[in-house]
């Protein structure tokens, strides 16, 4: 069987640019926000696929400009094989069925004045499922899926907790019984304590219903629990992907390897051992990111080429694992 | 619930002011002028031997006129302006706020005065020139409420969804805009009946002999040593009827939240 079968999501050559202009009647373009500049992945059927990198990567952007909540600048994304942004409103709002959203804020996700009930069955309403009764009925069912109790669903989100929220968010986005959920950040805004209990029921959610994930996160040790595959994103680009083993284990680009080497062991004497990478700068600004290697300015191995020319993601001799590909010209050299 | 009760009374004496006033307010019994409020005229009379009760009476509905339906042609022509400059943007916002802005620099009062000078006195023409004057404020709240409502994580949920723009902005942007409106309008209802009383104290509002508060305000000011009833009840009734108002916009607030619900 090829290998494209099984592919439930590709993105090929993505880009969003955002414009800025001078002036509020000037059609001058003062420069343009290169949130996602080019980026290319495929996601597995079945599988969690991690997109990590810091605030302003592009990752956020990323899944909206999938979802089409805002125009892609150029690219494609392939859903089971038909390109989503070529789709048709009417395509578009069936798609929308297979594909759903898990949000990061779950104060903020949530509308204020409707009912959780009404939240939950809001898809349900939008696509004409059963009526006022079936749908009732399956909103107390995804209540109970997601560990909350059915009888709650007349009350208001305020009336809930943080991680509670999330679940209903989490019901909201399982209510079309969808194939492929991005989950932005779902686990960021809340406490440590909590965050275990929302992945394991992601988890357990991903099994029962036969899910895909993206993943999209910052933190690297909660990608690292719940993906198979992850890629590392920096400044618009895909700097690194990999299986999640071979990504921790065996990181090719200097930027991953200083990412993970923030993330704190639990043991204090290795932790005590071990070198810290400490990445110099900040992230440079979107608008005019550096030439060649986005990342050359911070990379303590940057030689003359990696200011003159972009680096390719493509595979390295260095590492023999599947599917592990690096954008770097000294992919592997530790730093 | 107090303001809803002071609210509800004074619509109700409005209405049925015929059935409860004793007097024909604007009838005059020479002999039975600057009495003092005594069993007959309970609130007094006035220079011309009419009936302050029946004039306080019957002045209810000149204000509550001009509150209702000033107020209300600020909020339609707010409205309108506040959702198209909010929801669009662009061009049409800027024009439409630069033009609010001019409406601001305008004092109530003053401009008021302005209007009713340039149209003329009478009613009608008290209606367009309150509420032509306020719509500025509805338009800057509701387009507020739009533009922060407008990216909120929840619109973009709905849109995830598929929910079509009318969905979005009838049953996510609209409910969760209105409430500001609703109880700015409610107070706005005071401070019209304040500018209508203003309008006739200075004599360009309602026209004798129709009884209106400011005009009985106004005309007790010769008379104040000698006849004090004159300022004190129609004064009192404003004071009471624009607190009620104030009341109940704040009661309306809380009402829809759903956060202050038991």
Redesign the interface.
């Known amino acids: 069987m090829k290998d494209n079968n099984n592919r439930i999501l590709e993105v090929k050559n993505l880009k969003k640019y955002f414009n800025l202009r001078s002036g509020?009647?000037s059609h001058r373009s003062a420069g343009s926000i290169k949130a996602v500049d080019d980026i290319s992945f495929y996601i597995k059927k079945g599988e969690t696929f991690g997109l990590v990198g810091e605030s302003g990567c592009g990752k956020s952007t990323t899944s909206?400009v999938i979802?089409r909540?805002t125009n892609p600048t150029s690219g494609q994304a392939l859903y089971n094989g038909n390109d989503i942004f070529k789709m048709n409103n009417r395509q578009?709002?069936n798609t929308?069925?297979d594909i759903?959203?898990i949000?990061?804020?779950p104060y903020?996700?949530?509308?204020?004045?409707?009912t959780v009930g009404d939240i939950i069955g809001?898809?349900l309403e939008?696509?004409r499922i059963g009526d006022k009764k079936i749908r009732r009925k399956k909103v107390k069912e995804l209540l109970k899926t997601v560990g909350l109790n059915p009888e709650h669903i007349n009350r208001?989100p305020?009336e809930f907790s943080g991680g509670q929220r999330q679940r209903i968010?989490i019901a909201?986005a399982l209510a079309?019984t969808p194939k492929l959920i991005l989950c932005d950040e779902p686990v960021s805004a809340l406490d440590v304590s909590v965050q275990v209990q929302i992945l394991n029921l992601m988890n357990s959610l991903q099994k029962e219903f036969d899910l895909t994930y993206l993943f999209i996160a910052h933190d690297l040790s909660v990608v690292k629990h719940v993906s198979n595959r992850v890629a590392v994103m920096y400044l618009g680009k895909i700097v690194e992907v990999a299986e999640s083993k071979d990504l921790y284990e065996k990181p090719l680009h200097p930027y991953t390897m200083g990412l993970l080497s923030a993330v704190p062991i639990p043991d204090p004497e290795v932790e005590r051992k071990r070198k810290r990478i400490i990445l110099q700068g900040d992230v440079p600004s979107p608008i005019s990111p550096p030439n060649g290697c986005r990342f050359n300015p911070r990379c303590p191995n940057a030689q003359e080429i990696c200011s003159r020319e972009e680096p390719e993601l493509k595979k390295h001799a260095i590492s023999s694992a599947e599917g592990h590909l690096a954008a770097c010209f000294f992919a592997g050299k530790p730093i | 619930m107090v303001g809803l009760s002071i609210v509800l009374l004074l619509v109700i004496i409005a209405i049925f002011a015929p059935l409860i006033a004793p007097f024909d307010p604007i009838s005059r019994v020479k002999e039975d002028s600057l009495l003092g409020p005594g069993r007959t005229y309970w609130f007094g009379t006035d220079l011309l031997g009419r009936d302050i009760l029946s004039r306080v009476i019957y002045g209810s509905r000149v204000s509550l006129e001009v509150g209702i339906i000033a107020v209300g042609i600020s909020v339609i022509i707010g409205l309108l302006m506040g959702a198209l400059s909010g929801y669009f943007g662009g061009a049409s916002d800027a024009i439409i706020m630069r033009v609010a802005d001019i409406f601001f620099a305008f004092p109530y009062i003053l401009g008021a005065i302005a209007i009713m000078t340039v149209l003329g006195p009478g009613i009608i023409n008290i209606f367009i020139a309150i509420g032509l004057l306020g719509w500025a404020s509805f338009a800057r709240i509701f387009r507020g409420s739009i533009l922060s409502i407008k990216n909120k994580e929840y619109i973009e949920a709905a849109r995830a969804l598929g929910a079509s723009n009318y969905r979005i902005i009838t049953k996510h942007i609209f409910p969760n805009s209105f409430a500001p409106i609703i109880v700015y309008a409610t107070m706005n209802v005071g401070t019209a009946i304040i500018v209508e009383a203003a309008l006739s104290f200075l004599g360009i509002g309602v026209q004798p002999p129709t009884p209106a508060w400011g005009k009985m305000l106004s005309e007790s000011l010769d008379y104040i040593d000698i006849a004090p009833w004159m300022m004190i009840f129609p004064g009192l009734v404003i004071l009471i009827t624009v607190l009620g108002f104030v009341l109940l916009g704040d009661g309306l607030r809380d009402a829809f939240d759903p956060k202050m619900k038991q």
């Open positions: 509020f009647l909206r979802l909540l578009m709002f929308r069925r759903q959203i949000f990061q804020d903020a996700s949530l509308s204020p004045r409707m809001e898809p939008i696509h208001y305020h968010g909201r079309l």
